[in-house]
């Protein structure tokens, strides 16, 4: 047993040497959730490139979606004494007597996509996420121009009742289309973020709009349920991207053959980029010493039919969507 | 025989009048419910979206039946759903021809549905637990076939089986009725439906009688199996793609309460395959009122209780013999002021 303590001492040791030995002046350790969806994916392998291109040395441990093994995970990095360690926190509370050890142990923590309750704000540097209202605002924002005065119904595929992604997006895209009193949202149900719930869920609108003709645009909450709701438009004899126009969230790869096919008009980017500026603020952290601001914002692009689709398809399909 | 229908008929009326119910409540939430017209040659309506959304949880239920009548019961047929869609979908984007594809899906099931059947038959397992380990275990393994991302493809032969048509007829529909047909023949055309009820009623005795109980149950457990995998090529050909996380994704509940719903009870024996398929139909009428209702979706879950709890009700009081309990309550206390 001591015997094999040292190995695994000893192996540590020489895997923190390498670490420095690789020109990394860095080393940061990311507790991942796990892979509950493409996008976590494509947010662990974003991460990896864009270490890669820093030349940090990340080390990322799958929590398989549970806390218990998030926690193990930091005090691991905190064991091997990292420089930062990244989080993306499966669940929002219970978190103060691990980030209080990695605050002892003088390692900056950066929590990445969710945020967390906690009573010390001190306790974290910095949070990188998106902002899922102004995420739906953008959406309803481009409705508002694309339909430039005209009289327009909107249905709306909401996400999972209660999830906070959807009750934002929906709120967003309510402010963004508050200005424009032609448009109205005349039915709203919720599609679970799932294709097959999006498609089904579309089914019943167009049955219940007289077979679609009143309906001007659909508003879905992901990407995913817009995919199988432009089929059931297909379905129901109707063009969608045209007779329909499809307006989503998320910029996952589909989405884009989609409307590289004019089947959809366009989607507001959920950037799986969150290791990227959460990397730049921990350097700017380390060299300066002056703390970023609480909360970082990534930036939630809008992607038509003008931007190239295709091209955008082959940047995204290898990233494990 | 006309006397035989007539009970059936009596018996399945609680079932009839909650669709019926249903269906008529759908018609007041949209009057256009019952129209019916053809759309690319393909008949396009309400009550088809009623058939072809209820096809895969039908298609469950019939194997359901025959677990249930034998008092067990499989968990894990949502995961198997999104096995063979898992499957279907990654083997036709790396090129296989679609009868291949098709065939190793079903085998997928197949054997998901075995190894149910060996926990269950030959190492005596609970039902609940042994089909739970690949409820759970199973949608991990959808997740290492795909990756954790959708599969999407555009095979036109493995799509035709869940959104073509023929005569009009979606496909999901034709072989939801197709499966049916045949299962109730087999099941009551020979006499493997009483073997099962008798299993189903006392495994033991069914033994010493001289059944192969063992042999029986496997084979029912690997029929489930194999209807659950053609559910999900089905799920899987209608959004042409292949969700490991959400395919199937709590259907393993919607198909026992479809088997509840038709009258077969938790404590196996006497069954209906028949019934269960409209049991099937009831919660899909249900789901798709609820869709073109337009109400919050805040609502969805607890209207569909409220049904539900209704129509047990109704069956429970029914079998207990309460409608003629109160028509005779009737008669007496008519008679007596006479």
């Not at chain 2, 059944?211 to 489930?224: D, E, G, M, Q, T």
Request: with cysteine; aromatic share 8%.
């Amino acid at each position: 047993m001591i015997f094999m303590k040292r190995i695994l001492l000893a192996s540590t040791v020489a895997m923190a040497f390498a670490g420095y030995a690789n020109a990394a002046d860095l080393t940061v350790g990311f507790s991942q959730i796990g892979s509950e969806s493409g996008w976590r994916a494509a947010e662990t392998s974003v991460s990896k490139i864009e270490a890669k291109k820093r030349g940090i040395d990340l080390k990322i441990a799958d929590a398989q979606q549970k806390q218990e093994n998030q926690i193990k995970a930091i005090r691991g990095f905190i064991a091997q004494g990292v420089d930062a360690i990244f989080i993306a926190p499966v669940v929002a509370t219970g978190w103060d007597t691990v980030l209080a050890e990695a605050k002892e142990a003088k390692i900056p923590v950066i929590l990445l996509d969710r945020t967390i309750e906690t009573t010390n704000d001190d306790l974290y540097l910095t949070a990188v996420t998106s902002d899922t209202v102004h995420e739906g605002k953008v959406a309803g924002e481009w409705l508002a121009k694309a339909v430039a005065g005209k009289d327009c119904k909107v249905v709306e595929l909401q996400g999972t009742v209660g999830s906070s992604p959807a009750i934002n997006r929906k709120k967003g895209f309510e402010e963004g289309i508050a200005s424009a009193s032609n448009i109205k949202i005349t039915r709203s149900q919720t599609g679970d973020f799932t294709r097959s719930k999006g498609k089904e869920v579309m089914e019943g609108f167009l049955k219940a709009e007289s077979g679609g003709k009143n309906i001007c645009a659909l508003y879905a909450h992901n990407d995913d349920m817009a995919v199988g709701a432009i089929q059931a438009i297909k379905e129901a004899g109707l063009k969608p991207g045209k007779d329909i126009l499809v307006v989503s969230v998320d910029a996952v790869p589909d989405i884009f053959t989609a409307m590289s096919e004019g089947e959809a008009n366009a989607t507001v980017e959920l950037t799986p980029n969150m290791a990227g500026p959460a990397f730049d603020a921990l350097k700017a952290f380390k060299d300066s010493g002056k703390a970023p601001p609480k909360w970082i914002q990534t930036e939630s692009k809008l992607y038509t039919q003008a931007d190239d689709p295709k091209k955008v398809y082959e940047e995204k399909k290898g990233l494990g969507y | 025989m006309s006397r035989l229908n007539t009970a059936a008929l009596t018996k399945a009326m609680p079932q009839l009048l909650s669709l019926m119910l249903i269906l008529f409540l759908n018609y007041l939430a949209f009057p256009g419910f019952f129209e019916i017209r053809l759309q690319d040659g393909r008949l396009f309506g309400s009550l088809i979206d009623v058939l072809n959304r209820g096809a895969p949880v039908i298609i469950l239920a019939i194997g359901m039946t025959a677990v249930i009548a034998s008092r067990g019961v499989d968990l894990s047929v949502g995961a198997v759903m999104a096995i063979s869609g898992a499957l279907a979908a990654t083997m036709t984007v790396s090129g296989y021809p679609v009868p291949i594809v098709i065939l190793a899906a079903l085998g997928a099931g197949l054997l998901c549905g075995l190894w149910n059947g060996i926990l269950v038959a030959y190492f005596d397992l609970q039902p609940i637990v042994a089909t739970l380990i690949l409820m759970v275990a199973g949608r991990g393994i959808a997740q290492l076939i795909t990756e954790g991302s959708i599969v999407t493809f555009n095979e036109p032969g493995l799509i035709f089986f869940g959104t073509g048509s023929f005569a009009g007829i979606p496909m999901p529909i034709l072989i939801a009725a197709l499966l049916l047909t045949l299962a109730i023949a087999v099941v009551r055309r020979t006499a493997l439906g009483l073997l099962i009820e008798s299993i189903g009623i006392n495994r033991s005795a069914s033994s010493y009688a001289g059944l192969n109980s063992k042999l029986l149950l496997l084979v029912i457990y690997a029929f489930c199996g194999v209807c659950a995998a053609l559910a999900g090529i089905i799920i899987a050909a209608d959004i042409r793609g292949a969700d490991a996380n959400n395919a199937g994704l709590w259907l393993e509940l919607d198909a026992i309460l479809a088997v509840v719903v038709g009258g077969t009870s938790l404590f196996g024996g006497r069954f209906s395959i028949l019934m269960s398929a409209l049991g099937a139909v009831i919660i899909q009428a249900m789901n798709t009122g609820i869709l073109l209702s337009g109400f919050p979706p805040e609502y969805n879950l607890i209207l569909k209780a409220l049904v539900i709890i209704v129509i047990l009700l109704a069956q429970s009081f029914s079998s207990l013999g309460g409608w003629a309990f109160l028509k005779g309550e009737f008669r007496s206390k008519g008679a007596n002021r006479q």
